[in-house]
């Protein structure tokens, strides 16, 4: 088995356990952790793609990532902020819950 088969049969386990998280569950924060499951599963083929490229020197694949661990930083502070802002209005994290974001 190639060890970039390896990484890749990783990163879709990753990101099926993140993809049933986001979709099963109730509760805000653990839907966010879905999605950050999912984010590290696309990280994970960023880097195997690089590592077992054509070009492992040129550090294209670390470049993404880098981007990627910013945009999923952004994404978190903003989604947190967002969560504890409908807890306080509606005292719940329930998204079935939360039916209207009229103020």
Do not use: C, Q
Not at 49 to 54: D, I, L, S, V
């Amino acid at each position: 088995m190639n060890p970039l088969t390896g990484y890749l049969l990783l990163a879709a386990l990753l990101f099926s356990i993140g993809l049933a998280g986001a979709l099963t569950r109730r509760n805000a924060i653990l839907v966010l952790i879905g999605i950050e499951l999912m984010l590290n599963a696309a990280n994970l083929n960023f880097i195997a793609f690089w590592r077992y490229g054509p070009n492992p020197e040129a550090l294209t694949g670390v470049m993404f990532v880098l981007f990627a661990i910013a945009i999923a930083a952004a994404e978190a502070a903003v989604g947190l902020a967002l969560i504890i802002s409908i807890y306080r209005h509606y005292k719940t994290t329930n998204v079935n819950d939360v039916n209207e974001l009229k103020g």
